[in-house]
């Protein structure tokens, strides 16, 4: 368009393979989100407190940085480890490390997930307050939200709610067993993009 690109931010890399070699300036943005994403091995961590920091495994430091340096150049992503090997942890550590950002966070799981989620935000993450929203007494527990940093909900109850739930300002959005989305033309996946 008039002699400029236009393309989002998450083809910054492909784009830098193909474009790269024609800039000799590098100081425009997409061309410094290159370094921001590239870690070193055993990169830890930034901005965690002692006890989760200590708690946290190498290869799940590793983890919390990369969700950082994805957040960092304004990325979603996709954390995908084997089952038990701690992305709810590093997901909390990571959320945590935000913390100073302020804002709420919705937390999407089956239901089955939703009090464990509950229970891992109090041990991992004490100083985060969180609520379910489950049940049939939803609408009393709306009124508590301005209480709490971290809301849980079902992808279900999300989809009953949407219209209560997209009037909130969430800063992040934690899709637990994400594949729920995975088919574009589903309720549950148009919800979630609302």
């Known amino acids: 368009e008039n002699g ?5 931010r998450n083809l910054s890399l492909s784009m830098e393979k193909v474009l790269g070699k024609y800039f000799s300036s590098k100081s425009a943005d997409w061309l410094q989100i290159k370094e921001q994403l590239l870690l ?3 990169t830890k961590a930034e901005n965690l407190r002692e006890e989760i920091s200590t708690t946290l495994r190498p290869y799940q430091q590793e983890g919390v940085a990369w969700l950082q340096a994805m957040h960092k150049v304004q990325f979603n992503c996709i954390l995908a480890d084997e089952m038990g090997l ?10 945590e490390s935000r913390r ?3 804002g709420k966070i919705l937390i999407l799981c089956p239901k089955s997930l939703t009090e464990n989620w509950a229970n891992e935000i109090k041990k991992f993450t004490p ?16 009124e508590q939200i301005d209480d709490h940093q971290v809301i849980i909900t079902s992808y279900a109850t999300m989809r009953r709610d949407i219209q209560t739930l997209r009037k909130i300002n969430f800063d992040f959005l934690v899709l637990d ?4 989305i995975k088919n574009v033309e589903s309720q549950t996946a148009q919800a979630c993009r609302l």
């Open 177 to 180: 067993e994400a594949q729920n």
């Open 86 to 95: 701690g992305k709810t942890i590093q997901t909390l550590a990571f959320l």
């Open 100 to 102: 100073s950002e302020g």
């Open 4 to 8: 400029q690109f236009r393309f989002s």
């Open 40 to 42: 070193d091995e055993g």
């Open 127 to 142: 100083s985060f307050s969180s609520l379910i929203i489950s049940g049939s007494q939803r609408e009393e527990l709306y």
